[in-house]
């Protein structure tokens, strides 16, 4: 069975923390997405990662990917308020679909 | 340039009863997808269409679900009885048949509550 996994599911943090979000996954792909989504807006894509050993930074995050382990992270420097969301991984089939974990909901406290 | 576009943002409606969602993709976008996210659970593909022709379908949960997409333009979802199990956030998203990332742009979504 497809399955993507992500954790934790819910994160509570302080602003100026460092964490990390997970994303195994169970089945062999060539790409993978990171998306966010704030309350009643849509997703919005933040990473594609293409490789094996892929990394990607655009500002607090950053995203990488090990084909082998079938894992992705989502690295949140020094946190800020702004970067309060859900957090999602999907997986890209080669049928056009994506598979999705069930999503990070990040509260990053003042 | 607009993004993709989804109508209603909510519909409230009875068990029993259609509701037809609309989906409007970003102008030049010949992908078009539906999914689905119920109870807070995964997001879940649904269908996908390249132009006006139904791809793949693979991810429809039943027959009372029906997808369009006439013209090849904007696509509509009907739900027909709608159940219990049927609430959740349908959305959409559209994508470009050449672009080799194939990266999905989604809607906002509609938010499905069934009564």
């Known amino acids: 069975e497809l399955k993507v996994e992500q954790n934790p599911l819910f994160l509570s943090m302080q602003e100026g923390k460092n964490y990390t979000i997970y994303c195994n996954y169970s089945t062999t792909s060539d790409r993978l997405y990171w998306y966010r989504q704030d309350p009643g807006k849509s997703l919005e894509s933040l990473f594609v990662l293409l490789s094996n050993g892929a990394v990607k930074q655009e500002g607090r995050l950053m995203a990488s990917l090990d084909t082998k382990a079938r894992l992705s992270t989502l690295h949140i420097t020094a946190a800020v308020h702004d970067l309060s969301a859900t957090y999602f991984c999907?997986?890209?089939?080669?049928?056009?679909?994506?598979?999705w974990g069930a999503g990070t909901k990040l509260i990053i406290k003042p | 340039e607009a993004g993709v576009t989804q109508f209603p943002s909510h519909s409230v409606i009875e068990k029993g009863q259609t509701v037809t969602l609309r989906c409007d993709p970003i102008s030049g976008h010949d992908n078009l997808y539906w999914y689905r996210r119920v109870m807070g659970k995964e997001i879940k593909f649904l269908l996908h269409?390249?132009?006006?022709?139904?791809?793949?379908e693979s991810g429809m949960p039943n027959n009372r679900f029906l997808a369009e997409r006439t013209g090849g333009t904007y696509s509509t979802l009907k739900v027909q009885p709608a159940e219990l199990e049927d609430s959740g956030v349908y959305f959409c998203?559209?994508?470009?048949?050449?672009?080799?990332?194939?990266?999905?742009?989604f809607g906002p979504g509609t938010r499905l509550t069934v009564l």
């Open positions: 269409f390249v132009k006006e022709s139904k791809q793949d």
């Open positions: 998203a559209s994508s470009q048949l050449a672009q080799p990332l194939n990266e999905q742009f």
């Open positions: 999907a997986v890209y089939l080669s049928n056009y679909q994506l598979i």
